[in-house]
């Protein structure tokens, strides 16, 4: 029967819903990490909004790329995954999302220990859903306690979950969780990038690599560019890549309310391997997240690509980022919202070339020693090498 059949414990299934197909970690990292390491790794994720369908050629990786679907239709999508899981030879299911725990649940009720299933996590569901613009705010805090309960309840099916933050295991503290921290570090620094960035520039330039929306200080940095540009005069370019995932129309209005549009510009969402020369053509990196339950314990990846490209930063006063900072001197922390701050600080960066180099160099250093992805793939690796390994 299909059920007894023996799975090839060298072949995985990863699936996303939700996630753009080159999104930087689950592609990128972890899907052609674990292609380069002698996996075979069948690989299904979301379209981009360009249509981008330019996909590297990489021995072991199979490509498949979903039409985009709205959120009350992705359900198709699960019973899809479901089938075609069943239907292959893979051991391994690796879910990016957590509205895939429920294919993670048939699929274990259906085949128990013959599969392995790795849950994914990037972010705390419950936290992130306390802002999601789109459920009314009288209903968040209880439908945040009801999705806890059953995240957790689902998860019991997942053999081993990977969390890419430190924080996030605090909240599952009552489960037995066969776990690891796979931290979501750079994968790589160019030698070409970590140059002065400011001699190929006629204005300083500032850049935000990221979702464009409200609660990551979308408005925030659009302020502190009035603060430089109308109030103190000084020439600065904004260069915000990502999606915009909120009203379009409402983000340009402003922009253009403060006569900013010929110092902000609107890059979209760019390839990972794009990233690195906009930070080489980039002064000085932003990271002014607002205080909401999932940013205050997070350890942003932008920090740490702005490390790796030896761009100097400013991040939101949080107690994580504030480690960072001291300890290694490669950035700066303030109030997100104290634009006039930042500004005094940013004018006085401007003019310290040495500083700006010095800060620049420290944030390799960090890079190189402490957070890179080289580290991290190694625990990816381990992970999926013992599961292989494992007696029957």
Not at 102 to 111: H, T
Not at 330 to 342: A, K, W
């Amino acid at each position: 029967m299909k059920n007894n059949k023996i799975r090839d414990r060298h072949q995985i299934m990863m699936i996303s819903s939700v996630h753009v197909w080159f999104d930087t970690r689950i592609f990128f990292k972890e899907a052609m990490s674990l292609a380069n390491n002698g996996f075979e790794v069948d690989f299904s994720a979301i379209e981009a909004e360009n249509k981008q369908t330019d996909i590297p050629n990489q021995e072991n990786l199979t490509v498949n790329i979903l039409p985009r679907k709205s959120r009350l239709s992705r359900w198709h999508y699960w019973r899809k995954f479901y089938q075609q899981f069943m239907n292959s030879n893979a051991y391994f299911l690796h879910i990016q999302d957590p509205e895939l725990l429920i294919v993670a649940y048939f699929v274990k009720k259906k085949l128990g220990d013959k599969v392995q299933i790795i849950y994914d996590m990037h972010e705390h569901l419950p936290a992130a859903i306390k802002t999601k613009t789109w459920i009314p705010k009288f209903m968040r805090e209880r439908f945040s306690r009801i999705v806890s309960s059953v995240e957790k309840k689902l998860m019991k099916s997942c053999d081993s979950t990977l969390f890419a933050e430190l924080s996030y295991k605090d909240n599952y503290q009552d489960m037995e969780l066969d776990s690891v921290d796979i931290l979501n570090y750079p994968q790589y620094q160019p030698d070409e990038f970590t140059l002065s960035h400011s001699a190929d520039n006629i204005a300083f330039t500032l850049v935000y690599v990221g979702a464009l929306i409200e609660q990551r200080g979308l408005y925030e940095m659009i302020d502190l560019i009035d603060e430089l540009v109308n109030k103190r005069k000084v020439i600065v370019q904004l260069n915000l890549v990502g999606q915009i995932n909120e009203n379009p129309d409402r983000l340009k209005e402003y922009i253009a309310q403060r006569n900013l549009n010929d110092f902000i510009n609107l890059l979209g969402r760019k390839p990972y391997s794009q990233i690195w020369k906009i930070y080489h053509e980039s002064d000085l990196g932003l990271c002014l997240l607002q205080p909401t339950p999932n940013n205050l314990n997070s350890q942003s990846t932008k920090l740490f690509e702005y490390m790796a490209a030896g761009l100097p930063f400013i991040a939101s006063d949080f107690p994580a980022f504030h480690r960072i900072c001291e300890e290694f001197k490669c950035g700066i922390d303030f109030d997100p919202t104290n634009s006039e701050l930042m500004a005094d600080w940013i004018v006085e960066f401007m003019a310290d070339e040495a500083l700006r180099i010095q800060m620049g160099q420290q944030g390799i250093k960090a890079f190189q020693e402490h957070y890179n992805w080289q580290i991290e793939e190694k625990k990816l690796i381990q992970l999926y090498e013992d599961k292989v390994n494992k007696d029957d």
